[in-house]
């Protein structure tokens, strides 16, 4: 069993400790530029039509779904959500998510996308981009706040060892 299925302890510890919850932040470096991407980042980067990368976003999560793929809804952390499909879409909105989209829509079909996260990438981000990394035949490689994760034909370096 992997750390992820902590999920739950960990949240309740937070909550215990009152740690202050901190926005999820990603950046990549795309074309030479820092770009940084906040969870429902609708941002205009390097001149790319915000709908572009909802539309990579929506691709993302229609070919999870059509794999197979049930997103993860215990890693929703917010309370003003009231249905299931607002949960998907905000699980679907996490700004490494958003990057990824991004990376997908500006590099070379053969380019690995690098990324690094403030906080710890949480469970339902790491799975997703595990099959994400074999769909789009891509490497992602995100450095989270713990550790490298190298994202590689439906594997991660960290726990799936290759
Ligand atoms: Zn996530």
Redesign the pocket.
């Known amino acids: 069993m992997c750390w992820f299925d902590d999920a739950e302890r960990w949240k309740v510890k937070m909550e215990t400790n009152n740690v202050k919850r901190i926005s999820?932040i990603t950046t990549g470096t795309f074309n030479g530029v820092i770009h940084t991407f906040n969870v429902n980042d609708q941002s205009n980067k390097l001149g790319r039509n915000p709908q572009d990368i909802e539309k990579k976003l929506d691709e993302m999560k229609s070919k999870l779904e059509l794999y197979g793929h049930k997103f993860d809804r215990s890693?929703v952390t917010r309370s003003d959500l009231t249905s299931e499909e607002e949960e998907i879409h905000h699980?679907c909105h996490?700004?490494?998510?958003i990057a990824l989209a991004f990376g997908l829509l500006i590099t070379p079909p053969n380019e690995k996308i690098i990324l690094a996260k403030n906080l710890r990438?949480?469970?339902?981000?790491?799975v997703?981009t595990k099959i994400l990394s074999q769909i789009y035949l891509r490497e992602f490689i995100i450095r989270d706040a713990n550790r490298f994760h190298h994202f590689k034909d439906g594997k991660c370096s960290y726990k799936d060892y290759f």
Request: glycine share 14%; proline share 0%; net charge negative.
């Open positions: 999820g890693w699980l996490h700004s490494e998510k990438i949480c469970g339902e981000c790491h997703s």
